[in-house]
Structures are given as structure tokens and as C-alpha cells.
């Protein structure tokens, strides 16, 4: 996608709606992470294509498995940020891995439909995703996707005052 944010609408709903599966630190770290291979191509002038080695699914493993690394070791201080947010979930390295790995696959997915010098399934190359559903559809997944993830999070705090009683 054009701006990495754009990847927070699916994992800000994916993770709201399956909150309990997904750790959401991990999930929203990893959607994102990939594209620092396109903003490090573009800060160095590299002729590399931007959607290159990292947004295959192999790249994007190597990513996951590092984001889960980090996410873990700094769970501590995130902890403190999702309960600011009132989104405090136990987590174990295991579901911040698995989470971490659906958030790179996810981008990887859905930059396939848009990017022709992607190869999602390097070292295989060509992208048999590109053009099955139009960048319009993407964008406009992604862009309402957002404030459908902040309803369903303003649904969970409701409910949650309301079980509290505040």
C-alpha cells in the first residue's frame, strides 16, 4: 500500500474481533514492519524494488519471527501502553510468534493484489494475486476498516464501563 497506516485498519479490526486469539502489540508492530524495506530503499536512492525480498512470504517470516522477539522482550513496558487503552491480555511468546507471523503474511496478502514486482512465493517469481481484486477494493478495505476496528474497540469499553459500573 501506498502509506504504511493504511495496514492498521485491517489489523486494528482483525484484532478487535479476535482479541482473545491475537496479541494486538504484535499484531500492530508486525502489519507495519515490512515496509521499512521500502523506506530504506527510498532513504538510500537503491535501485532495489520497494516491495522486494521482505514482502515475500519467506522475507516476511524472517520479519515476524524478529517483531516476535522484540514485542517479547519489551511486553513489560507495552503492557503499561495497552492498559492505558484499557486492552490488557496476557500473552506468551508463543501467541506474540503466531500473531507476529499472521501480521507479516496479511501484509504481504494484501500488497499482493497491487504490486507487479512483488513475488510473494520467492524464490518463485511473478505474483499471481496482481489485479484479482482492484487497488481501489484494497484501499477502500483498508481506509473503512479503521473506523470500524475504533467501533468495535468503543463497543468493548462500553461494555466493559457498563460491567463495572462506572
Not at 478487535?16 to 523506506?39: K, R, Y
Amino acid at each position: 500500500m501506498p502509506f504504511t497506516p493504511f495496514h492498521w485498519g485491517p489489523a486494528l479490526i482483525i484484532g478487535m474481533l479476535f482479541f482473545p486469539i491475537f496479541d494486538l502489540p504484535a499484531l500492530f508492530l508486525s502489519s507495519v514492519i515490512i515496509d521499512l524495506e521500502g523506506i530504506c530503499i527510498l532513504m538510500f536512492s537503491s535501485t532495489l524494488p520497494l516491495h522486494g525480498f521482505f514482502h515475500s512470504y519467506l522475507g516476511a517470516s524472517i520479519l515476524g519471527i524478529f517483531t516476535a522477539i522484540i514485542v517479547y522482550y519489551l511486553y513489560r513496558w507495552l503492557r503499561k501502553i495497552m492498559k492505558l487503552f484499557m486492552l490488557e491480555q496476557k500473552s506468551s511468546f508463543k501467541r506474540i510468534l503466531l500473531t507476529s507471523l499472521f501480521g507479516v503474511y496479511s501484509h504481504v496478502f494484501l500488497d499482493s493484489f497491487l504490486y507487479e514486482e512483488m513475488n510473494p512465493f520467492y524464490p518463485i517469481y511473478g505474483n499471481p494475486f496482481l489485479g484479482l481484486i482492484s487497488a481501489n477494493g484494497i484501499y477502500f478495505f483498508s481506509m473503512l476498516s479503521f473506523p470500524l476496528g475504533l467501533a468495535i474497540y468503543a463497543y468493548r469499553l462500553f461494555i466493559t464501563f457498563r460491567k463495572s459500573g462506572k
